[in-house]
T-cell receptor, first 113, second 111 residues
Framework: DAGVTQSPTHLIKTRGQHVTLRCSPI?????VSWYQQVLGQGPQFIFQ???????GRGNFPDRFSARQFPNYSSELNVNALLLGDSALYLC????????????FGEGSRLTVL | GEDVEQSLFLSVREGDSSVINCTYT??????LYWYKQEPGAGLQLLTY?????DMKQDQRLTVLLNKKDKHLSLRIADTQTGDSAIYFC???????????FGAGTRLAVHP
């Protein structure tokens, strides 16, 4: 069975641009969460979606937005990119809300120049 | 507030046991996790423990939870070079799938 898949794996953008990152959860999983991991730190929670509804939002500016589609895949959008947005963006999949089994993808590494 | 703390570095000899420690502040964390991250990779779920348990064992991994002291530990028996990685402790918070992570413990295994 396929695990959590994320695309693209690597990308380079310049300041002020916009980026869209994509995540496909494990088949049958209805919850997708997004995390930002800056080099040398632990991941920071950005959003969680369950059954296409936003369940939680972390302490990130409005430049960050996300949505979940009917097939439970998800997109994370970041507008007006800053140098500090350079990070590994991780997606986590779960079969339900508030659960022990949270599985991560390999991440999308974003570099902002 | 929500916070998770870990020591930053641990060095062990191959074949010995490794013990990675973590403390957390959110007493409402129902689930506590250990993830492994190898260089350039995502997070691999190693194990998790429900807060009403004191211990969980899974092959070479043993998790101990002391709720009174808000202390979580991960013991890896017979540590191998392939165990070299960063290990993250995390707690589930907020009533939904929000994980609060520590900064990670880098485990170095030497011959």
């Amino acid at each position: 069975d396929a695990g959590v898949t994320q695309s693209p794996t690597h990308l380079i953008k310049t300041r002020g641009q916009h980026v869209t990152l994509r995540c496909s959860p494990i088949s049958g999983h209805k919850s997708v969460s997004w995390y930002q991991q800056v080099l040398g730190q632990g991941p920071q929670f950005i959003f969680q979606y369950y059954e296409k509804e936003e369940r939680g939002r972390g302490n990130f500016p409005d430049r960050f937005s996300a949505r979940q589609f009917p097939n439970y895949s998800s997109e994370l959008n970041v507008n007006a990119l800053l140098l500090g947005d350079s990070a590994l963006y991780l997606c986590a999949s779960a079969n339900r809300d508030y659960t022990g089994e949270l599985f991560f993808g390999e991440g999308s590494r974003l570099t902002v120049l | 507030g929500e916070d998770v703390e870990q020591s930053l570095f641990l060095s062990v000899r191959e074949g010995d046991s490794s013990v990675i420690n973590c403390t957390y502040t959110d007493s409402s964390s129902t689930y506590l996790y250990w993830y492994k991250q190898e260089p350039g990779a995502g997070l691999q779920l190693l194990t998790y423990i429900f807060s009403n348990m004191d211990m969980k064992q899974d092959q070479r991994l043993t998790v101990l939870l002391n709720k009174k002291d808000k202390h979580l530990s991960l013991r890896i028996a017979d540590t191998q070079t392939g165990d070299s990685a960063i290990y993250f402790c995390a707690g589930l918070s907020g009533g939904y799938n929000k994980l609060i992570f520590g900064a990670g413990t880098r485990l170095a295994v030497h011959p």
